[in-house]
């Protein structure tokens, strides 16, 4: 019962966010570096942070977790680098960068805990600095995705 229900809590969130009207500004000179990369910087990051993470999870967990960690990763990109990342660029990029990232961290600290949250806030900065650097949230989105899948398979 909980997988269905987390599915359609991730299916919700995106839609949710995806749905908000985005800002159209001048997003291409907010894109320092273009596309691709911030996101090669980011996946090798992620393998990076993978080869010396320690001991991982059981690896036996199969296509429901996969599509459920692909879910959260883009549900969570539209949310935090789309929606909020865009509304607070209107302070600043500094301000989009640190704030997106900040809040993505406490939003994580229920589930992992304080242990967990320099390992969250190094990931959101990031994933909020490849959102500044591509002018893109689907960049980090892939990051974050290639992460998740990372730590479940």
Known sequence: M???????GYLALLILALAVRANRGDSENR?????????LL????VAGASVVGGPVADRRVGVVAAGL???????????FRRLLYDRLLRFGVVAAVIGSAGVFALAHLPAYGVAAMP????????????RYASGRWTVPAVTHA?????AVT
């Open 146 to 150: 290639v992460a998740n899948l990372l």
């Open 31 to 39: 894109a320092p570096l273009g596309w691709r990369l911030p996101l």
């Open 69 to 79: 960690a692909l879910g959260a990763a883009v549900a969570e990109e539209a949310l």
């Open 119 to 130: 390992v969250d806030l190094g990931a959101a900065l990031l994933l909020s600095w490849q």
């Open 2 to 8: 909980a997988v269905p229900v987390l599915a359609a």
């Open 42 to 45: 980011g996946l090798v990051g």
